[in-house]
């Protein structure tokens, strides 16, 4: 059985993501301290709802900031879903600018208040939108969505969204009334869902269950 950890840091849909993450065979652990892991774990996953400057502000106050650092060092396979994608960034630009992790460059911004055409629409993007391989990707081999096919359709509840600093970071984008979104990123062995793949039926299952194999 393979073994992965779950960060909590007091901001998080926990329930919902260690369920999914058993029903793909794992063994879970949940810390709420980084003095719990005294050896590094196989897998680790970052879940998180919310603002990200309040996400940002707990992980430093139980001692996950350094944690995580060290961990990507190992080029273990790391997760982030959401909010906890969006901290794997250099800033935040929800209610002022934040530091994150720094771990991908870039930022995140707030998603377009306006479709294509310049009509206004509704934020925050609630709802389910299919995945689409961006240009620079070939294909999605060896990543969390290689069992993924492009246009199938994921779970997005967020008024932010990434924003990388090169598009070599893009794994998949999906687009909001045209407005195209940065729906995953990878970096090496670090990977992040702004869509949760806990809430995404059985699409989202394949790729915990891709990331459980890696």
Not at 129 to 149: E, G, H, V, Y
Not at 174 to 179: D, L
């Amino acid at each position: 059985m393979s073994k992965v950890t779950v960060i909590d840091y007091g901001i998080g849909n926990l329930l919902n993501v260690v369920r999914a993450l058993e029903h793909c065979g794992a063994d879970v652990r949940i810390v709420d301290r980084a003095d719990q892991l005294p050896v590094l774990p196989d897998r680790m996953v970052l879940p998180g709802v919310g603002a990200f400057a309040n996400g940002m502000s707990e992980l430093k106050a139980r001692g996950f900031d350094d944690l995580v650092k060290r961990y990507v060092v190992t080029e273990r396979p790391f997760l982030g879903i959401c909010v906890g994608a969006q901290m794997l960034f250099d800033v935040g630009e929800e209610f002022g600018d934040h530091p994150g992790l720094g771990l991908i460059p870039g930022k995140v911004q707030a998603v377009a208040a306006f479709d294509c055409n310049g009509k206004p629409h509704r934020i925050p993007h609630i709802g389910w939108s299919s995945l689409q391989r961006p240009a620079t990707r070939a294909s999605w081999r060896n990543t969390i969505l290689s069992k993924i096919t492009p246009g199938e359709p994921m779970y997005f509840v967020h008024s932010f969204a990434p924003s990388p600093a090169d598009e070599e970071y893009r794994l998949a984008d999906t687009y909001y009334n045209g407005q195209r979104i940065c729906a995953a990123v990878a970096r090496d062995a670090i990977f992040g869902c702004q869509f949760h793949p806990e809430r995404s039926a059985e699409h989202g299952l394949s790729i915990l269950s891709a990331f459980m194999e890696m």
